[in-house]
């Protein structure tokens, strides 16, 4: 093994740290994650891959790379947020963020989880206050059409909270959010790209769940105790009408997810194929797997009534575990060995392969599709034949991307490292060819690299152009801002043999996954339509109050620089409704809405209507104001409302 090493990575003095992870997998770790505290990797705070091309930009003059004041980016980055619950959405190369999207939780600049339409789509508990106020969003993934992005939808997760929320693309906002039933520490998401049934069906129209956390099933607190209740599942949603399709139930645990250009499979990395239930207990075996789920037989089962459902849930489950499918002609599901705790599992631009990343182990393990497919038809002897590499790269391997040239671009979470390497090398080394070289090169991050995204990396159209590196920590890398600093997005320049380090982007913490995706695929309306709102007050002079009772409506149009309803008057326990519609027709137009005390505030963009409900539970004069620039005489852009006793 040392000799292999020492082949494929000759620069590396400390060969010895570079072997197999075994059972000092987690001193190693813990040690590698304490060592970056201590700030004590000085030597990486100025490499060569740093330093050189910002000497050879300023020789030059300027980067080819820089995006000039005026000049627009040639991609969106959509970027999870995190535990802040959005997705922000950067230009790059520029690395600029330009827009956050409130997805899981409230947002006080757009009025996300206070006006009555953000609320009908997050869910309200009994006293009308949204749902959830936190969330964490870890992976955003596009859908397809053709193999590659259509600049319909995204799709996010919420880890914390199983739930999954679709993003319109056209307008950058949410506009759907589902519940996932039955399961916790909802982790990984993908698309599909084809309909496994049906080859016409050429697009996304399902996206596929993984589910960390096993629970007790029913979760209902009567077997909390009782591990041999405690499962995960694998779900599929339905991507037009975001309704829960089905569950697998399995062995082990589900984390990210990947799928093939084929449409036939969809398959989840496994750290936990122990299903331990304690920290140790989840490494203690050498190899844990890359789980495949044939589609078309799992939709067969449930339609012919194979399923079982859980607790209040209504979706079929099917059974997805070892023992239930043991021959793989009629399988739905197939376990590949994977060594040690894997994390991503990413499929190459090509089709042809998964690829998974070993985390305690040094390794990426390649899995051909074909092959595959083979095993489900009964035409393999042994599963580990759909195995055609398994090679070394480096420390705490996670996520993969791709150039469409044939290389992978896989992060080193302990070596703070991106490896680039050659898939077919790869092939050839593990065959035997112990002379095919297959790392191509290696960069230094600054500083532990979570995941990494080429442009267009997952789709046929993966152009090898930028690759963006979401550093966990940053360190030394921007001025101290006390104990919590940002993390750290790297641009890399791909395009060439070697990589080359653009620039930094301190971000609030935390993105996890991203996808850089051509600027020409999304297309985005800037002024909204009228029409598009039943709530829509048409004309400024329609604007008014109306009482039923107690209940109030209040109508009001804004268009520049005033409320179309100077002063309305409320009395003390009205149930108060207030619908504004921005009648500016005019692109970057956006009017804002905040009532002093009433804790509300809410923008309207062009031709948009929204709505608040509230009580009106305090006497007095308040100054409705607009709250977003849109005027010379934005200042004076004020509304009163008074509330009687
Ligand atoms: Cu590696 Cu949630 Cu994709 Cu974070 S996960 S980095
Ligand atoms: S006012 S341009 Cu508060 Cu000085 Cu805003
Ligand atoms: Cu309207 Cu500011
Ligand atoms: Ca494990």
Not at 190 to 198: A, G, L
Not at 519 to 548: C, H, M, N, W, Y
Request: with cysteine.
């Amino acid at each position: 093994m040392d000799k292999k090493q020492e082949h494929q990575e000759p620069s590396t003095p400390d060969v010895s740290r570079r072997k197999f992870l075994g059972s000092s997998a987690m001193a190693g770790l813990a040690g590698a994650t304490l060592g970056l505290a201590g700030c004590n990797k000085g030597e990486q705070g100025a490499t060569p891959a740093q330093s050189a091309p910002a000497k050879a930009a300023a020789a030059a003059g300027g980067d080819a790379h820089e995006i000039k004041p005026g000049q627009l980016d040639e991609y969106y980055g959509l970027w999870s947020g995190g535990h802040s619950g959005d997705v922000r959405v950067l230009g790059l190369p520029s690395g600029r963020q330009i827009k956050r999207i409130p997805v899981f939780t409230p947002d006080p600049l757009t009025g996300w989880g206070t006006t009555n339409e953000s609320k009908a789509i997050i869910g309200t508990k009994p006293d009308g206050t949204p749902l959830y106020h936190v969330g964490d969003t870890h992976h955003v993934h596009g859908s397809y059409a053709d193999g590659t992005y259509d600049g319909k939808y995204a799709w996010v997760n919420d880890k914390l909270n199983s739930r999954i929320a679709r993003i319109r693309l056209d307008i950058m906002e949410c506009d759907k959010i589902t519940d996932i039933p039955n399961v916790q520490g909802f982790h990984g998401i993908f698309p599909d790209k084809r309909d496994p049934v049906d080859a016409a069906i050429n697009r996304t129209t399902r996206v596929f769940c993984g589910a960390e956390f096993s629970i007790p099933l029913p979760n209902n607190g009567k077997t909390s105790d009782d591990p041999a209740t405690y499962r995960s599942l694998f779900t599929c949603v339905d991507a037009e009408t975001m309704d829960v399709r089905w569950q697998v139930v399995i062995d082990g645990n589900c984390d990210l997810v990947a799928t093939t250009y084929d449409g036939a499979f969809a398959a989840t990395n496994q750290y936990n194929t122990e299903m331990g239930v304690h920290y140790q207990d989840m490494m203690s075996a050498e190899k844990d797997a890359c789980l495949f789920f044939h589609v078309a037989r799992i939709e067969e089962a449930v339609k012919a009534g194979k399923f079982k459902t859980y607790g209040d849930s209504k979706v079929p489950v099917v059974d997805g575990t070892k023992e239930a499918n043991k021959d793989p002609k009629t399988a739905l599901t197939a376990y590949v060995p994977v060594p040690k705790n894997p994390h991503g599992v990413n499929a190459s631009p090509d089709g042809k392969y998964f690829i998974c990343a070993g985390k305690l182990s040094p390794t990426t393990t390649t899995i051909e599709i074909a092959k595959m497919h083979e095993w489900f038809d009964g035409k393999l002897d042994d599963i580990k034949k759909t195995i055609v590499a398994e090679v070394e790269v480096g420390l705490g391997p996670l996520h993969t991307a791709f150039d469409g040239r044939g290389n992978a671009y896989t992060t080193l979470f302990l070596d703070s490292q991106v490896v680039k390497w050659n898939i077919d090398a790869a092939i050839k080394f593990y065959a035997g060819d112990k002379n095919s070289k297959y790392v191509v090169d290696r960069i230094d991050v600054h500083y532990q690299p979570g995941h990494i995204n080429a442009s267009m990396s997952e789709t046929k159209e993966a152009d090898g152009k930028y690759l963006n590196v979401g550093c966990k920590f940053s360190k030394d890398r921007f001025l101290p801002v006390g104990p919590l600093h940002p993390e750290n997005e790297q641009i890399i320049d791909i395009s060439g043999e070697k990589m080359r380090l653009l620039r930094d982007d301190p971000v609030w913490p935390e993105p996890h996954d991203f996808i850089i995706v051509k600027r020409d695929i999304i297309k985005t309306k800037q002024v909204f339509q009228l029409d598009d709102f039943p709530l829509a007050t048409k004309k400024a002079e329609d604007s008014g109050v109306e009482r039923k009772g107690n209940k109030v409506t209040v109508r009001i149009a804004s268009y520049a620089p005033q409320y179309q309803l100077q002063e309305f008057k409320l009395k003390k326990g009205d149930e108060v409704t207030i619908i504004l519609t921005n009648l500016d027709n005019v692109e970057d137009l956006t009017h804002g809405f905040g009532i002093p005390k009433y804790d509300v505030q809410f923008i309207v963009n062009p031709q948009e209507t929204k709505s608040v409900t509230f009580k009106a539970d305090k006497v007095g004069v308040f100054w409705i104001y607009c709250t977003h620039f849109c005027h010379a005489l934005h200042l004076e852009m004020r509304s009163r409302m008074i509330v009687e006793a």
